[in-house]
C-alpha cells in the first residue's frame, strides 16, 4: 500500500515536471493570427507587422490568417471556438468587439466572457474627411450645412456596425442630433475611393487611407475624434474646439485568445506582446501609418480597456436602432 501511494507521489510529481517542462518550451511551433479583414486593410497590415515581430520574440513564425467578414466577427467565432493553448490567437478591432456583438441578434460569441485579453498593440483615432467640392470647408461650416439641410448629405463607411460607423453616430450625436445618411461599403478602400471620386461627399475611417489624400488636395479631412489634435495632421481640429465634446472614438487592435488559456501562457505571450510592440522599428512603422503605439498593456489592463470601450458604445448602439439577423 505504501509503495503504491510512493510510486503515485513519483508519477504525479513526474507528470508536473512534464508539464512544467512543456510550458517552458511555449511556443515550440507556429503560431496563427486570425485577423477577421481582408488582406490589405488597416488591421491586416498592422496584423502583418506585428506577426513578425512577436514572431522574432517568441522564436516561432506567427503567421497571419484572414477570415474576414461581418465587422470582424467571423475571425472572433474561429478564435472563440479553438482550442486554449496559445497557438491560436485574435487581432481584434472595436467593431468585433464592442459594437457588432452589441447590433447581432446571434453574435456566434461572447465579446467579454470567450476570450482571454492579452495585450494591446496600437490605437488609432476615426476621422472624417469631404471631397473638394463639399460646399462646407470647415467643420463649423459643415455642421451648419447639415443642420440647415437634415438628411441631404450622406457619408460613407468601410460598412454598417463598424467602429467607423458608429464613431460618426457618436460626433453626430454629440453636435446636437445632426442628420446625415449612412452609406456602408465593403471595406474602408472602396469607401475612401467613392470620395474621391465625388460619388459621396463625405467618409469616415482612420488616418490611414485619407491621409495622403488630405495632403495633395483630394481629399479634406474635416476633423479628428479625439480629445485634441493629431501630430499625424496638426492642421485638422479636435469636435471639442468647436462646441462638440465627448465626440471621441478610436479604432484599436488588441490581442486575444479564446478563454480558458493557461496564465503561464498568457503571461508568455503578453511579455511578447509588450516587447514587440515597444521595437523602435515596429512604432516607427505604426506612426508611418497614422497610428499610435501603446506601451506597458497587461492582460489585466487590456480586459480593462474592452469592457470600458463596449460600456462606451452601448447607448449609442441602442439609440441608432440598428439590428443584424
Same mark, same amino acid.
Given at each position: 500500500?505504501?509503495?503504491?501511494?510512493?510510486?503515485?507521489?513519483?508519477?504525479?510529481? *513526474?507528470?508536473?515536471?512534464?508539464?512544467?517542462?512543456?510550458?517552458?518550451?511555449?511556443?515550440?511551433?507556429?503560431?496563427?493570427?486570425?485577423? #477577421?479583414? &481582408?488582406?490589405?486593410?488597416?488591421?491586416?497590415?498592422?496584423?502583418?507587422?506585428?506577426?513578425?515581430?512577436?514572431?522574432?520574440?517568441?522564436?516561432?513564425?506567427?503567421?497571419?490568417?484572414?477570415?474576414?467578414?461581418?465587422?470582424?466577427?467571423?475571425?472572433?467565432?474561429?478564435? *472563440?471556438?479553438?482550442?486554449?493553448? #496559445?497557438?491560436?490567437?485574435?487581432?481584434?478591432?472595436?467593431?468585433?468587439?464592442?459594437?457588432?456583438? $452589441? =447590433?447581432?441578434?446571434?453574435?456566434?460569441?461572447?465579446?467579454?466572457?470567450?476570450?482571454?485579453? =492579452?495585450?494591446?498593440?496600437?490605437?488609432?483615432? +476615426?476621422?472624417?474627411?469631404?471631397?473638394?467640392?463639399?460646399?462646407?470647408?470647415?467643420?463649423?461650416?459643415?455642421?451648419?450645412?447639415?443642420?440647415?439641410?437634415? #438628411?441631404?448629405?450622406?457619408?460613407?463607411?468601410?460598412?454598417?456596425?463598424?467602429?467607423?460607423?458608429?464613431?460618426?453616430?457618436?460626433?453626430?450625436?454629440?453636435?446636437?442630433?445632426?442628420?446625415?445618411?449612412?452609406?456602408?461599403?465593403?471595406?474602408?478602400?472602396?469607401?475612401? $475611393?467613392?470620395?474621391?471620386?465625388?460619388?459621396?461627399?463625405?467618409?469616415?475611417?482612420?488616418?490611414?487611407?485619407?491621409?495622403?489624400?488630405?495632403?495633395?488636395?483630394?481629399?479634406?479631412?474635416?476633423?479628428?475624434?479625439?480629445? $485634441?489634435?493629431?501630430? +499625424?495632421?496638426?492642421?485638422?481640429?479636435?469636435?471639442?474646439?468647436?462646441?462638440?465634446?465627448?465626440?471621441?472614438?478610436?479604432?484599436?487592435?488588441?490581442?486575444?485568445?479564446? &478563454?480558458?488559456?493557461?496564465?503561464?501562457? +498568457?503571461?508568455?505571450?503578453?511579455?511578447?506582446?509588450?516587447? *514587440?510592440?515597444?521595437?523602435?522599428?515596429?512604432?516607427?512603422?505604426?506612426?508611418? =501609418?497614422?497610428?499610435?503605439?501603446?506601451?506597458?498593456?497587461?492582460?489585466?489592463?487590456?480586459?480593462?480597456?474592452?469592457?470600458?470601450?463596449?460600456?462606451?458604445?452601448?447607448?449609442?448602439? $441602442?439609440?441608432? #436602432?440598428?439590428?443584424?439577423?
Amino acid at each position: 500500500m505504501r509503495r503504491r501511494g510512493l510510486m503515485a507521489n513519483v508519477l504525479a510529481l *513526474a507528470g508536473a515536471a512534464s508539464g512544467a517542462r512543456a510550458q517552458e518550451r511555449f511556443p515550440d511551433r507556429p503560431l496563427r493570427l486570425v485577423v #477577421g479583414f &481582408a488582406p490589405g486593410g488597416p488591421t491586416d497590415i498592422v496584423g502583418r507587422r506585428f506577426a513578425e515581430k512577436l514572431g522574432a520574440v517568441l522564436g516561432q513564425p506567427v503567421v497571419v490568417e484572414n477570415r474576414s467578414g461581418a465587422s470582424g466577427s467571423v475571425g472572433a467565432i474561429e478564435v *472563440a471556438r479553438s482550442r486554449p493553448d #496559445g497557438y491560436t490567437l485574435l487581432l481584434t478591432t472595436p467593431s468585433a468587439h464592442a459594437i457588432f456583438p $452589441q =447590433i447581432a441578434v446571434r453574435p456566434g460569441y461572447d465579446a467579454l466572457g470567450d476570450f482571454s485579453p =492579452i495585450g494591446l498593440v496600437t490605437i488609432a483615432p +476615426v476621422v472624417f474627411a469631404a471631397h473638394p467640392s463639399f460646399p462646407a470647408r470647415s467643420l463649423p461650416e459643415m455642421m451648419d450645412l447639415v443642420r440647415a439641410r437634415p #438628411g441631404a448629405f450622406s457619408f460613407g463607411s468601410g460598412g454598417a456596425g463598424t467602429i467607423t460607423h458608429f464613431g460618426m453616430e457618436l460626433f453626430m450625436r454629440q453636435a446636437g442630433g445632426l442628420q446625415l445618411v449612412h452609406v456602408p461599403y465593403r471595406g474602408a478602400g472602396p469607401a475612401v $475611393q467613392d470620395c474621391v471620386a465625388g460619388h459621396i461627399p463625405l467618409v469616415v475611417d482612420t488616418f490611414a487611407p485619407m491621409i495622403e489624400h488630405h495632403r495633395a488636395g483630394r481629399l479634406r479631412i474635416l476633423a479628428v475624434l479625439a480629445e $485634441q489634435r493629431s501630430t +499625424v495632421a496638426p492642421d485638422v481640429p479636435a469636435p471639442a474646439e468647436h462646441g462638440v465634446p465627448g465626440a471621441v472614438a478610436n479604432t484599436y487592435n488588441a490581442l486575444l485568445g479564446p &478563454a480558458g488559456m493557461m496564465e503561464a501562457t +498568457v503571461a508568455a505571450l503578453s511579455l511578447a506582446t509588450r516587447q *514587440a510592440t515597444e521595437n523602435d522599428e515596429f512604432r516607427a512603422f505604426l506612426r508611418a =501609418i497614422s497610428a499610435e503605439p501603446v506601451s506597458g498593456m497587461t492582460p489585466e489592463r487590456t480586459a480593462t480597456y474592452i469592457r470600458s470601450e463596449y460600456a462606451k458604445w452601448t447607448p449609442i448602439v $441602442q439609440a441608432s #436602432g440598428l439590428r443584424i439577423e
